[in-house]
């Protein structure tokens, strides 16, 4: 008989969105396990969120400390072997210190930090957390962050672009992406990212903050449940 | 020129030391002087206004904790409680806004940990000079990222606060701070709970260094000068992220039952934590400063005793748990040394390098402090002031361009530009953020959820402080009652400029008699609070603005009401509206002049509104609500329409001109809409509660309808409401 799909949630010190995460896990019927930034294995979790917050206070680079968390090893492992990694906010620029997203998160255009929602267009059906949501499809969710500028080199980004690597983009409520609603100056709006085998997804949005009716938006309830039926499917 | 003695320099009046050393028994040391200048300052033992606060209500069916602790406690319901204080870092915040607001945001949130609660909510009422000014714009832009900066770091959600600009906060910006925890009662860490003889103090979290040294106890105690940018070292530097490993840590500690006690670092440091915990216990302390953590191997006794480093806790745990709590502290990371111990007797002993630096009794530093009755006068040209009442000057202004100066006044127009640097998200539980009437966070687990209003009325306070302070509690309980919660209790946070002169202490005494009158009516009892005196420069003060800090409760948070309109629907105006524009939004803008008497308030009829609001929301009854205050029902007509992107056509009721109908800051008004067919419910709801219900209008459109008086499109509104504070920021 199938379970409900294990996700994974790691707590770094300085994790704030780890129980969010957890919580949006269990509204959406998935089980929700706390994962430990010390902890050397997985738990047998089938796939695996890195949440949004300040690891380590993020007083070098943001995410720059917690990639040599010794939960990474094991993360690393899981995501060569094709297991489902998520890296939110925070999460996200650990994945791209980490080497397995490209690109890197700087400072916000503003220069301030941003608390807002946003609509994001879903850009490739080929990643967890767009699996079985059309591209092109917009979803309303927030950002709150302070670097969440992507950029890239001119060969990465043009490789990132070629290659169909741009997982959502920053834009209007009909899904036109122009520089209005680029709410952080990314380059070409760029809002999430996935790696070439497409088992691995960062953004700087937050789906754990946009499932509840009752407190606003659920634009993060198609990308959750896409993530529940991606871990589903290696159970 | 000689130096001044030493007990002056450290703040204590001769009378003070002559009151030192008959405590003692013999001359205190330098050591003891300087315990004595920090736990006897203003800041710490409330030596100007005790005296006045004893007359405050702070006595109610759901308050578990009153005035004194580190916060207070109310009960709602289901075995949990809420736990919330205000205080004040305006004074550091003017050398050093940005770490001076940071540390304000750490310094209320271990409060409300060291009660054994977890914190859920921040709200940040916030003042400042006009934005025209360079300097005003510096703090101003400082305070907002320095909120941000604290509280985006440590995963507390900043829902709500008010940010008000007048000409006295120019040199004297009012940075408040409330925070709001949630805990079962049973895990509560009150002074009830048992402390033992023999059990160890354990310093948990960062290392002492100078760091704040005499911070805010002394910073907030004197006003601030010319040259004071040279106390800028005064400042406390905040650590964001360690911060939340003792929150972490510290809750960890509580729900495991490992502690005794646990008490925050904040003003007067390590001698106001051990001295407190001591004279709670009844108890002595010895302290050996040896074991304290430094961040500079030459640290002298008296700096280490007087340190305010940030992000340090002190829990008092019995030896046969100190393994347990040691073990936790270092899976976060936290050094934690065992520090002293309390002893039989009321003795404080300090030693280090195997000598006693200190000994004086724990209870004369914590709890008895001298106590001043100040003489007060009300100030001179008060009375005239009142008679200059605008609201019979000849209004020569165009209504609709008066609406849109109104609409974009810095006090009225959209705060997005500050609360959008604020995370209002995390811990997934705002169903209301920045706003709204009244921040709404739901309690996990529960339907229930809290409402939580920040108020105060610097203008009507300059006019009239006692009317001031009542208008303050009864629109905070309004906003709150207006989302549909009931009103509950109250904290605050007094700002006044220096109680040595007659006026200041005039000021602050009727302005706690307002608001003890208030909150007597309204059955919200006053749970405790700070004082921040000495708000001034160059003898000119801010004026009285006592913050009032309101708590609600939704019993479910799915019957809360927002304030946006919908397409066809009624609009009503709760409540009357008199020819009262003294002290509005509409004198100072469009007839330049802060004068005049504050709107009468009765508040036998506030109180009904507010039954009325909560009866309504709980039938279901609303569309929208939203309280109808400064800027009068223009402007709240406008705020609930442009939310929304949906328009209205009202007839203006009454024959009053169009001013008063649109302008006046009348008390215990709301603008509320309803469904057609539910039209009647609200009519004869509001009648039941003797509440006058007038019909409006209807919402719907893209324009907003005064009448024949004037109209503007809601598209211009907003551009006019949103563009207002980032264009003086020249953004």
């Known amino acids: 008989m199938s379970r409900p799909p294990r996700i994974g949630v790691v707590t770094f010190p300085g994790s704030l969105d780890d129980r969010d995460a957890l919580r949006a896990v269990r509204f959406m019927g998935g089980e929700g396990v706390p994962l430990w930034h010390a902890d050397r294995d997985l738990h047998g979790v089938d796939a695996v969120i890195l949440p949004g917050g300040f690891s380590y206070g993020d007083y070098l680079r943001c995410g720059a400390i917690a990639r040599f968390a010794p939960i990474m090893d094991p993360v690393v492992r899981f995501a060569a072997q094709g297991g489902p990694v998520v890296g939110i906010c925070n999460g996200f620029q650990i994945l791209c210190e980490a080497g397995l997203l490209p690109g890197a998160l700087i400072r916000n255009r503003s220069l301030r930090f941003i608390c807002r929602f946003v609509d994001v267009r879903v850009e490739t059906s080929l990643t967890p957390l767009t699996d079985g949501i059309v591209a092109g499809e917009v979803l309303r969710v927030p950002v709150k962050h302070g670097e969440g500028q992507f950029i890239a080199g001119p060969d990465d980004l043009a490789r990132v672009e070629e290659r169909g690597l741009v997982a959502f983009r920053y834009c209007a409520p009909d899904g036109t992406v122009d520089d209005a609603h680029n709410v952080n100056g990314s380059a070409n709006a760029i809002a999430g990212v996935r790696n070439e085998a497409g088992n691995v997804v960062g953004l700087m949005p937050h789906p754990e903050h946009a499932v509840d009716p009752d407190l606003g938006p659920t634009g993060g309830q198609p990308m959750l449940s896409s993530l529940l039926s991606s871990a589903l499917a290696r159970v | 020129m000689s130096d001044p003695p030493l007990h002056r320099a450290l703040g204590l009046t001769d009378d003070e030391l002559e009151r030192i050393r008959e405590t003692i028994g013999r001359d205190p040391n330098p050591n003891e002087l300087a315990m004595y200048g920090v736990m006897w300052s203003e800041h710490c033992s409330y ?40 205080e004040s870092h305006s004074h550091p915040s003017a050398l050093e806004p940005y770490q001076g607001a940071a540390t304000g945001v750490g310094g209320i949130v271990r ?28 703090l101003f832009e400082g305070v907002v990222a320095g909120i941000g900066g604290y509280g985006n770091c440590i995963g507390v959600p900043t829902v709500g606060g008010e940010v008000k600009f007048a000409e006295p906060h120019s040199l004297n910006p009012t940075v408040n701070v409330m925070c709001v925890g949630v805990a079962p009662v049973d895990r509560l860490v009150t002074s009830d709970r048992e402390v033992h003889e023999g059990s160890l103090l354990v310093l948990f979290g960062a290392a002492t260094g100078r760091d704040g040294i005499g911070g805010v106890s002394v910073l907030a105690s004197r006003t601030l000068e010319e040259g004071s940018d040279e106390q800028r070292p005064s400042v406390q530097i905040g650590d964001p992220f360690a911060e939340k490993l003792l929150i972490e840590a510290s809750l960890e500690l509580v729900e495991r039952g490992l502690l005794e006690g646990l008490q ?58 100190l393994d347990e709590v040691l073990e936790v502290c270092s899976r976060w990371g936290l050094s934690s040394p065992v520090v002293g111990r309390l002893v039989a007797g009321g003795g404080l002993r300090v030693t280090m390098g195997g000598t006693t630096v200190a000994e004086v009794p724990a209870r004369s530093l914590a709890d008895e402090g001298p106590e001043y009755v100040r003489p007060m006068a009300e100030p001179a040209g008060a009375a005239e002031l009142r008679e200059d009442d605008p609201t019979f000057a000849t209004i020569t202004a165009e209504p609709r361009e008066a609406f849109l100066a109104v609409l974009s006044s810095p006090n009225v127009a959209s705060k997005r530009w500050v609360y959008e640097q604020y995370d209002q998200l995390v811990q997934g539980g705002t169903v209301l953020g920045p706003g709204a009437d009244a921040a709404v966070v739901r309690i996990e687990g529960t339907l229930k959820a809290i409402a939580l209003a920040t108020d105060g009325k610097g203008r009507f306070g300059r006019l009239d402080p006692y009317l001031g302070a009542a208008h303050a509690v009864a629109e905070a309980a309004r906003n709150v009652a207006t989302v549909g919660a009931r009103p509950l209790a109250i904290t605050n946070c007094l700002n006044f400029g220096n109680p040595e002169r007659p006026e200041v202490m005039w000021q602050f005494a009727e302005s706690v008699r307002g608001i003890s009158d208030a909150c007597r009516a309204l059955d919200t009892p006053v749970t405790g609070g700070n004082v921040s005196f000495y708000n001034e420069s160059g003898g000119s003060a801010i004026w009285p603005t006592p913050v009032i800090g309101m708590l609600g409760l939704l019993e479910d948070h799915r019957f809360v009401v927002r304030p946006a309109f919908r397409p066809g629907d009624l609009v009503y105006l709760l409540g009357e509206t ?111 509660h003797g509440v006058a219900c007038a019909p409006l209008g209807e919402t719907g459109g893209p324009r907003m309808v005064f009448d024949t008086v004037f109209e503007v499109t809601v598209e211009e509104a907003a551009r006019a409401y949103e563009d207002a504070i980032p264009a003086l920021l020249g953004r």
């Open chain 2, 47 to 86: 030596k100007s206004s005790k005296v006045h606060l004893r007359a405050l209500p702070t006595r109610g069916r759901h308050v578990l904790v009153g005035p004194g602790q580190d916060a207070g406690v109310v009960d709602v319901g289901d075995g949990l409680a809420v736990v919330f204080k205000m």
């Open chain 2, 111 to 138: 409060d409300i940990v060291a009660m054994g609660a977890r914190p859920i909510a921040s709200l940040d009422p916030l003042m400042f000079g006009p934005l025209t000014q360079e300097r005003n714009r510096w």
């Open chain 2, 264 to 321: 925050d670092l904040g003003g007067a440091g390590i001698t106001c934590a051990v001295s407190e915990s001591a004279s709670r216990a009844g108890l002595g302390v010895e302290l050996d400063l040896d074991a304290v953590p430094l961040r500079a191997p030459d640290l002298e006794a008296f700096e280490i005793l007087t340190s305010e480093s940030q992000e340090r806790m002190l829990a008092i745990v019995h030896p046969s748990r």
């Open chain 2, 578 to 688: 008199f020819p009262e524009l003294g002290g509005s939004e509409f004198a100072e803008v469009v007839v330049g002049t802060i004068s005049g008497r504050p709107p009468a308030l009765d508040l036998d009829r506030e109180g009904a509104l507010h039954g009325l609001l909560v009866a309504a929301a709980r039938a279901d009854l609303l569309t929208s609500a939203h309280d109808c205050s400064e800027g009068g029902l223009a402007i709240a007509l406008a705020e609930s329409a442009m939310v929304a992107g949906t328009g209205f056509a009202v007839t203006v009721p009454g024959d009053l001109p169009w001013y008063a109908s649109l302008f006046s800051e009348s008390a215990s008004r709301a603008v509320v809409s309803v469904a057609p067919e539910r039209a009647t419910g609200l009519e004869d709801l509001a009648a039941a």
